[in-house]
C-alpha cells in the first residue's frame, strides 16, 4: 500500500520539533485543559417550548436538547434550526455565528493543531441552510473555515460573510466586510480557489462551477442579521468606558465589558478588590434574594458540569473569574484569566442531596473545599462557621430548616497567620490577577477588618442543596433549598407539608462532590431519555403505525458531517500531504484533533510546531477551464488576479486564491 512507504517518515517529521508556540496572552487559559482553546455559547435565541426551538445534538448523545440562552457549546455539537427559527452563537473569541432558519451546523474543532504545519484549525461544517459569521481571529495560527459538502471558505480577520449551503444549489458565498477564500473543484489534483472580497458573491454549483454573482443584500436573512447589528450596537462593539487594569484581561472579559458593562450592571473600584463588576440585580441588597449561581441550570458536556444562567449576560462571569459579597455592595465579580465550567464548591450528603455555593477568595484563603475548614471554625462543615441564624425556606420541591441555636463559640474578630495556613491543594487554580486581592484580604481578615469577617459569615448563605434526582432541572431553583449556618444538625422537610418528619443532612466525605454529581446528572439524563424513547415505543404500537424514520443524508453531507475519510476540499494543509501519502486525514471532535488512522498519529501528540515534507512532491499543478487561481501554498498567501478565458498560476489544497472577476 501506498502510504507503508513513506509511514516512518511521516511519523518521524511530526516527531521534529522546533520553537514551541508563545501563548497569545490576550486569550484565557482553561482550568485543567488545552492551553489554547476558547468555548463558544447561545448568546441569542427566542424559545417558545412548542416543538420547534433551535436543538443542540451532542456527539454521542441520543437526544438533543433544546439551544438555551449561555448553554456552552464546543467540539463535536450540531446546532439545528427549525423553519421558523433562528439563533446566535458567540464563541470567546469574539467571533459570532448567527444560523438562519431551518439550518444544520456542526463546531467541528477549535483550534486543532494541524500535523503539518503550525495552523489551527477552527472548522464549522455546513450540512444545509444559511449562516451569517463575523470573524475575529484567535491568533496569527489559527485557520478559520466553513465547511461545506462542495467547498471550503476560509475567512481572514474581521471578516464578516453569510455563507449558504442547498443540494440543488451548491455553496453561496457573499462578503458585506473583509475577504473570504473558497477552495473547490471535482479533482484533488487541479483545485482551485478564489477570493470574495467586499460587497462581493461566489456561488459554486453543486457540479464545482464557479458562478459570480451580484450581493444579495434583500433576503430575509441579511434584513434580520441588520436589524440585530442595529439594536444590539452597543452589545457588539460597545460604546463602556473601561479601566486599564479590565483591558489587560482577555480579550473574552474585554468583549463581556463592551457588550454587558454598563447594560446590566457598573464598573466600580474597590480598595481591596481592585476593579470589579456589580450588576444592578444588587439593587435589591441588603435584604435581597438574588446570588449567583441560583437562576438556572447545571448541563453535563464533556465530562464537566456547566453552569447555564439564566442571566442574558452571564457566560463570562460565572466562567472567568469569582463571585464575592460585600454586605454594602452586594454581589459583585472579580474577572479573571482562567475558564471553568462553573467556579463552584460541591458537597454531597447521605440520603442523594447535593450542595454548592459560588467560589470566592474564601476558599484560596480559608476553606479547604467543604470538608478541610482549618481548626478556627467547626472543623465538619466548611460553611458551619459558629454562627446561629433563623432557617427558612427557599424552593418549590422542598424546603430546608436550620437550628437557630446559638454558638458557643466565642467570635473571633482576629486571625492567626497559622489559621490561614490551609492545607491541601485547591481543585480550582488562583488566576495570577487575584493573587493582589487575595493579599490584601488576608491582611485585612488578620487585622480584624469587620467588613471581610462579615463577609466570610455571609458564606454561610450562600450554599444550596437539592435532591439528585433534581439535579437535571431545568430551573433548578424551583427545586433547590437554602442552607443556614448552624452549628446544629442540617435539616431538610417538605415545603408542601410542615407537619412532615425532618429529614436530617449529613454530610459525605466523597473526593470529588463534582463528579459524583456529574455522574448522577449524566443517570438522570439517561433514565428520562429511557422513559421517553418507551413512551414513543408505545404510543407508536397504539397507533399501529411505525416509529418516525430516521433522516437519511446524501452522502456528501454524511461524511461532511462525520469528517470520515480525507476532505476533498480543506484549507488544512494535512489533507493535502495525505493524498499524497495515501493516508486519510479525519477530524475527530470528540478530543478535538487531527488524525491519521493508518499511521496512528494524532495532533495531540505534537505540542509544538513540527517539520512535514511531501517529500518533494509537486504541490500543486496548473487548473485549466474559463477560471484561473493564484500560486498555492500551505497557509493561503494570496495569490494574483484573475479573469474569466485566462489560465494562469496554479492550487493546490490550502492554496491561495486568485480573485473571480468577470
Known amino acids: 500500500m501506498k502510504y507503508k512507504g513513506l509511514g516512518w517518515a511521516f511519523f518521524g517529521a511530526l516527531l521534529f520539533v522546533f520553537s514551541p508556540f508563545l501563548a497569545f496572552g490576550g486569550n484565557y487559559q482553561v482550568v485543567n485543559g488545552p492551553k489554547q482553546f476558547y468555548f463558544g455559547h447561545v448568546s441569542l435565541v427566542d ?85 451569517y459569521v463575523m470573524y475575529k481571529e484567535y491568533n496569527s495560527a489559527e485557520v478559520f473555515q466553513v465547511l461545506t459538502p462542495n467547498s471550503a471558505i476560509k475567512l481572514k480577520h474581521n471578516t464578516v460573510a453569510t455563507v449558504g449551503w442547498e443540494i440543488r444549489g451548491g455553496t453561496d458565498v457573499q462578503v458585506k466586510f473583509g475577504k473570504a477564500s473558497v477552495l473547490y473543484g471535482p479533482d484533488p489534483e487541479k483545485l482551485a480557489s478564489g477570493s470574495v472580497y467586499k460587497n462581493e458573491r461566489l456561488k459554486i454549483l453543486s457540479d464545482q462551477t464557479p458562478i459570480m454573482a451580484e450581493y444579495d443584500a434583500a433576503t430575509e436573512f441579511e434584513a434580520w442579521n441588520n436589524h440585530i447589528n442595529e439594536e444590539f450596537v452597543e ?17 473574552a472579559v474585554f468583549y463581556f465589558a463592551q457588550k454587558y458593562g454598563d447594560l446590566y450592571g457598573e464598573w466600580i473600584y474597590d480598595d481591596l478588590y481592585g476593579y470589579v463588576w456589580r450588576p444592578f440585580y444588587n439593587e435589591t441588597y441588603p435584604g435581597g434574594s438574588w446570588q449567583p449561581y441560583v437562576y438556572g441550570r447545571w448541563a453535563d458536556y464533556s465530562g464537566q458540569m456547566y453552569w447555564v444562567p439564566d442571566e442574558p449576560w452571564g457566560w463570562i462571569p460565572y466562567h472567568l473569574g469569582v463571585w464575592q459579597w460585600d454586605e454594602s455592595k452586594g454581589w459583585f465579580w472579580l474577572p479573571g484569566s482562567a475558564f471553568a465550567p462553573a467556579w463552584a464548591d460541591w458537597a454531597f450528603f447521605a440520603g442523594s442531596y447535593y450542595a454548592w455555593r459560588p467560589w470566592s477568595v474564601w476558599d484560596w484563603l480559608y476553606f479547604d473545599s467543604f470538608y478541610g475548614l482549618n481548626s478556627l471554625y467547626d472543623p465538619f462543615f ?20 436550620v437550628s437557630s441555636e ?15 495556613q490551609k492545607p491541601g491543594k485547591s481543585p480550582l487554580p488562583m488566576p495570577s490577577e487575584l493573587k493582589a486581592v487575595y493579599g490584601r484580604v488576608s491582611r485585612a481578615l488578620k487585622n480584624g477588618d469587620q467588613r471581610v469577617l462579615s463577609s466570610l459569615r455571609a ?49 459525605v466525605s466523597w473526593a470529588d ?50 469528517g470520515s ?38 495532533s495531540n501528540m505534537v505540542h509544538a510546531r513540527p517539520i512535514l515534507s511531501s517529500g518533494g512532491a509537486d504541490g500543486g499543478r496548473a487548473s485549466g477551464g474559463s477560471y484561473s487561481a493564484g500560486s498555492g501554498g500551505s497557509s493561503g498567501s494570496s495569490g494574483g488576479s484573475a479573469s474569466s478565458g485566462s489560465s494562469s498560476g496554479s492550487s493546490s489544497s490550502g492554496g491561495g486564491g486568485g480573485h473571480i472577476r468577470n
Open 47 to 131: 424559545l417558545k417550548n412548542d416543538g420547534k426551538d433551535p436543538l443542540v445534538v451532542r456527539e454521542g448523545a441520543a437526544n438533543p436538547e433544546v439551544a438555551s440562552l449561555n448553554l456552552p457549546l464546543g467540539p463535536g455539537d450540531l446546532i439545528r434550526t427549525s423553519d421558523e427559527r433562528r439563533c446566535e452563537i458567540e464563541f470567546d473569541n469574539g467571533t459570532i455565528v448567527r444560523l438562519d432558519t431551518d439550518t444544520e451546523l456542526k463546531i467541528e474543532t477549535i483550534l486543532a493543531h494541524a500535523l503539518s504545519s503550525g495552523d489551527k484549525l477552527s472548522n464549522l461544517v455546513l450540512s444545509k441552510g444559511r449562516i
Open 459 to 507: 458564606a454561610s448563605r450562600q450554599t444550596l442543596v437539592v435532591k439528585a434526582t433534581d439535579l437535571n432541572s431545568p430551573r433548578i431553583q424551583d427545586k433547590a433549598a437554602r442552607l443556614e449556618s448552624t452549628l446544629g444538625v442540617i435539616r431538610a422537610r417538605s415545603s408542601g407539608d410542615p407537619r412532615s418528619t425532618l429529614l436530617e443532612l449529613r454530610p
Open 565 to 602: 475519510g480525507t476532505r476533498l476540499h480543506d484549507w488544512n494543509s494535512d489533507a493535502r500531504i495525505g493524498r499524497l501519502l495515501g493516508v486519510d486525514i479525519v477530524y475527530r471532535s470528540r478530543t478535538n484533533e487531527v488524525y491519521c488512522p493508518q499511521l496512528s498519529i494524532s
Open 382 to 401: 466548611s460553611w458551619r462557621y459558629g454562627y446561629g441564624s433563623a432557617g427558612g425556606y427557599f424552593g418549590a420541591d422542598f424546603g430546608t430548616r
Open 235 to 251: 452589545l457588539h462593539k460597545g460604546k463602556s468606558i473601561l479601566p486599564k487594569a479590565i483591558q489587560r484581561l482577555p480579550e
Open 513 to 562: 462532590s463534582s463528579s459524583s454529581a456529574r455522574r448522577t446528572f449524566s443517570n438522570n439524563v439517561r433514565a428520562v431519555e429511557s422513559a421517553s424513547r418507551a413512551d414513543r415505543a408505545r404510543q407508536s404500537g397504539a397507533k399501529g403505525g411505525p416509529a418516525a424514520p430516521v433522516r437519511i443524508l446524501p452522502p456528501a453531507i454524511r461524511d461532511a458531517i462525520s
Open 406 to 420: 446559638p454558638s458557643n463559640r466565642e467570635l473571633l474578630t482576629k486571625v492567626s497567620k497559622d489559621q490561614l
